[in-house]
């Protein structure tokens, strides 16, 4: 279990991220980012990611609402299953990546709080976020060499100022040393939303959307992160670029996983924007 930024704030968020002086002082580079998003949290009184409520980016009772995925998940795509187990879709046609983990489920404050992240500027939720991708990487065996988020559109990435994904990743980066590379992978064409697209139409959207540069990958294991992650395919297709430019090995993370349900229930308010980022 992950433990993180004891003494560094609120009492109520000590209970949920805890982390031993100890700790601290072996991820020093991790802390000064912790450190800088505090010290702007002085400055602009956050409030809460999932419920607007003042004090914190994200409190303790709306991590405690969100639906944790833990072990009955397809151990390829990851996706919730009665038990642990590999999936109709991945046993027909095996992803090209080696496993996706997310999380939680797109659902409720955690939804809410994504919603804030893309759309509402709320970029130090991310870092706040980023902690429990933290703790899930730590419950795997994966040992990657590089970090990258899944890239937005040089369109995309204007009209918004900045990429979610990265600032998800980045705390995962600097809590376990790896090296981290927003140039690796680039998104080459702009992309509609995948969100009211089939499953196969999807593939379709995002097919050949990515590149990745052969000297920050080749031979190395990356890492993929992004906010959600619904049948995979934006993560199929990074691995595709990755693998081409001669990339060892890919995994997947993600805050979210959604379900074609979810996304419905999202078009009405807010309206999620998987895969288009
Ligand atoms: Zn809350
Ligand atoms: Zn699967």
Known sequence: MVRLDQCLDSDEQMEVHRITAAELQS?????????????????????????????????????????????????SCGCPLPKAGICQECQSIP???????SWGTYSGPLRNAIHRLKYKNDMGLGEALGHHLIQVYEQTQWQADLIVPVPLSSQ????????????????????FKIPFSTRALKRVRHTEAQVGLKASDRIQNVHNAFEANPTFVANKTILVVDDV??????????????LDAGAKSVYGLTLARATFSDEILSQVSPIPEENQS
């Open 229 to 242: 992650a619904t049948t995979g395919s934006t993560l199929h297709e990074c691995t595709r670029a990755l």
């Open 156 to 175: 995309r990435l204007r009209e918004r100022g900045y990429n979610q994904a990265s600032l998800l990743a980045r705390p995962v980066a600097l809590y």
């Open 27 to 75: 991820h020093p580079a991790f802390l000064f980012h912790h450190l800088m998003w505090t010290t702007i949290d002085w400055i602009f009184p956050p409030v809460c990611g999932g419920c607007d409520r003042p004090g914190l980016r994200w409190c303790l009772k709306c991590q405690q609402q969100t639906t944790i995925l833990k072990d009955a998940v397809c151990q």
């Open 95 to 101: 992803p090209l990546y080696r496993a996706l983990r």
